[in-house]
């Protein structure tokens, strides 16, 4: 199977020396930091990004026709090459052309995998791997040229290093100036010829667009119906996407043009003798065929993040995988009567309980979500970013209704909660509000388990009271800064309001402000268990000529295990 390879293989061409002495070809095979074009994007090697084992020399990137076989030397100039060519009637051809200039340059195929970051255009190349060397007419890398060629007919090679050029390869500086002054002559001449395919172009236009009748009118046998049946002409014009070719009108004149590039005129020259005569041309006044609206899921916007989940946080205490229902037991506190006491000397103790109360069975429930897309969407190319909305929508919904489930519970037992502070008037300002609170706060130290109440959660109303509450110098009472002598702090962004080292957090789910009494709690991570799977996608489900839907689904368990561990805190501001 023959390799894919990334080939560098175009576009200027280089002159270089020949000596006949031995069959072997030197040169520079990829400069460092140089920029090259290989027709698909512009690429820079840094010295150390190549690696290589066995590395074969062939002839224009083509695996049928290998010819030798290559040794690099890894320089600060880049990677230098020097291949021994093969005895056969095409490593014979090859160095022959070497020989008189018309294969000139190098050019590297690498392994499929490579690594590269793309940085303002060029993709610089942190790793590859060599796996062939080419001769080539045209590199990619200006600098990618043979600077020796030595061919003889015994195929012997001198013991000197495979990489040290020979003295009588080095061309005299009169040799150069004269390659020098070819290559400008060439250059020139080059220009005057793309000049004169562009003005006839440009004549071709202006005649294209007065034809009105269209071309698949034309009588058989016309100029037109040898064009009826063809290959993929080499270039495209609906301005959007490249012909497979991957080369573009407009690029190659303009590198014709501008650089003297040889094989983008050819193509153009081609082009226009194969099939101006089936060309069509927008005109200026009519752009939309070149310049069509472009699709940017890029920029779709979705819905705001997830809230936070500060209760189903607190109180999550692991994972379910699906409906499977479970039982718990837990102390009985009330028929529990072990205890320790004073022990009398020659007196059995009293024996006591233990007691523990089985639960109520938890049964997990589902939850669930479908979006539909229709063909009409995936028609604008936006099915994939549509897929993804959906998908960060099922999992910021799923966030919130694990929160809003949690809090449901805690709320269906609000009525059996132990308030934490005596009540407070409606209407209390910050100062009352956060003295009731403080207070009870302190009866919990002298409650047998009052430490085991760790975290509060605050409802609109109690905490922007708290938040604002300021002491008769104006300065909080809860500052968010080089807090001093106060009660407590607040975090930035107001993100916790520490009362006397107990955290409260704002709590979304307990409710909007309102102008009635609402509750706010003081709990142990103990007193509710709340469970969830992950979130399930399901991609395509009920798929048909119309469209399809994307689907999710997901469990939730949760139970009050101990309702002893919640304090409620009831606060109405308006009076």
Not at 19 to 28: A, Q, V
Not at 455 to 470: I, M, S
Not at 497 to 511: C, E, Q
Request: charged share 25%; proline share 4%; with cysteine.
């Amino acid at each position: 199977m023959i390799p894919k390879t990334h080939r560098f293989d175009n576009p200027a061409a280089v002159t270089f020396k020949v000596n006949r002495e031995t069959r072997t070809i030197r040169g520079l095979a990829v400069p460092w930091g140089e920029i090259g074009d290989n027709g698909r994007g512009r690429f820079r090697f840094k010295r150390g990004s190549l690696t290589w084992d066995k590395v074969k020399l062939l002839n224009a990137h083509d695996w049928d026709q290998t010819i030798g076989v290559v040794k690099f030397e890894d320089t600060d100039e880049g990677l230098l090459m020097a291949a021994s060519v093969a005895q056969t009637r095409l490593g014979d051809e090859v160095l022959s052309l070497a020989e008189i200039g018309a294969i000139d340059g190098l050019s590297i195929g690498l392994a499929d995998d490579i690594d590269f970051d793309l940085v303002d255009g060029v993709h610089e190349v942190s790793r590859g791997v060599v796996i062939e060397t080419s001769t080539t007419p045209i590199p990619a890398f200006e600098n990618a040229q043979i600077r020796s060629v030595a061919a003889s007919a015994s195929g012997t090679t001198s013991g000197r290093n495979l990489m040290d050029e020979d003295e009588t390869t080095t061309a005299t500086v009169e040799d150069r100036l004269t390659a020098v002054e070819d290559r400008v002559t060439t250059l020139e001449t080059t220009v005057n010829q793309v000049e004169e395919t562009v003005e006839e172009t440009v004549g071709e236009i202006a005649t294209l667009s007065k034809i009105k009748t269209p071309v698949a009118t034309f009588a058989a046998g016309s100029a037109a119906s040898r064009l009826t049946v063809r290959e993929e002409p080499m270039y495209r014009f609906e301005g959007s996407v490249r012909a497979p070719s991957g080369f573009d009108f407009a690029e190659d004149l303009f590198k014709a043009a501008r650089f003297g590039d040889q094989a983008a005129k050819d193509r153009v020259i081609r082009f226009a003798a194969e099939d101006r005569g089936g060309l069509t041309f927008a005109t200026t006044s009519d752009t939309a065929a070149v310049n069509p609206v472009e699709h940017r899921p890029d920029m779709f916007l979705g819905q705001a993040p997830a809230p936070s989940s500060p209760l189903f946080d607190f109180f999550r205490k692991g994972s379910i995988d699906g409906p499977q229902t479970f039982d718990y037991a837990k102390l009985d506190r009330v028929a529990t009567t072990a205890t320790v006491a004073n022990h009398v000397e020659g007196v059995e103790p009293t024996a006591t309980n233990v007691s523990t109360a089985k639960g109520t069975t938890v049964t997990p429930s589902a939850v669930s979500g479908k979006v539909h897309i229709t063909r009409e969407v995936a028609a604008g190319r936006g099915t994939p970013t549509a897929s993804a909305l959906a998908r960060d929508e099922f999992h910021r919904t799923f966030g919130i209704a694990l929160e809003t489930k949690t809090h449901a519970i805690i709320s269906a037992a609000s009525a059996s909660i132990t308030s934490l502070t005596a009540a407070i008037t409606a209407g209390a300002d910050g100062k009352a509000l956060g003295l009731a609170l403080k207070t009870g706060l302190l009866k919990l130290q002298f409650q047998a388990d009052g430490s085991r109440f760790v975290q509060g959660f605050g409802h609109e109303d109690l905490y922007t009271t708290l938040a604002l509450v300021e002491n008769g110098d104006g300065e909080p009472v809860y500052p968010i800064i080089n807090p001093q002598n106060r009660d407590g702090i607040a975090g930035d962004k107001y993100s916790f309001i520490d009362v006397a080292g107990y955290r409260f957090t704002p709590t979304a789910t307990l409710g909007a402000t309102s102008a009635s009494a609402s509750l706010s709690y003081v709990a142990d991570p103990a007193a509710v268990h709340v469970w969830a799977s992950g979130l399930t996608e399901l991609d395509m489900l009920g798929q048909d000529v119309e469209g399809w839907d994307i689907g999710c689904f997901g469990w939730f368990a949760g139970l009050m295990y101990d309702v002893t561990g919640l304090r409620k805190i009831s606060y109405d501001p308006t009076a």
